[in-house]
């Protein structure tokens, strides 16, 4: 997956979370439902941009940004901010 591929799919996230909040202002979505949706599409969003801090890293030491893989959803979320 190339760099040009994670930012792609962030934008098509961020667009699917204003899709979502756009749907839930209109009324179509149920609270539930919404917060649900968010909730996942946040952890999609972590993994996608810790993804992309990892291969840029990799770039910066000389090493090769392709063997850099997705981190799992604990290891992500569990970060300390």
């Keep these: 997956m190339s760099e040009q591929d994670i930012l792609a799919r962030i934008k ?3 667009d699917q ?3 979502l909040r756009s749907q839930a202002t209109r009324g179509e ?3 539930k439902t919404e917060r649900r949706r968010l909730a996942e599409l946040e952890v999609l969003l ?3 941009w810790d993804l992309l ?3 840029r890293a990799g770039i910066d030491l000389g090493e090769s940004p392709d063997g850099v893989q997705t981190n799992s959803v604990a290891q992500v979320e569990g970060y300390l901010q």
Excluded: G, K, N
């Design 12 to 14: 098509d996230l961020v």
């Design 46 to 48: 972590d993994q996608a």
């Design 53 to 55: 801090r990892h291969r």
């Design 29 to 31: 979505l149920d609270p």
């Design 17 to 19: 979370e204003h899709q």
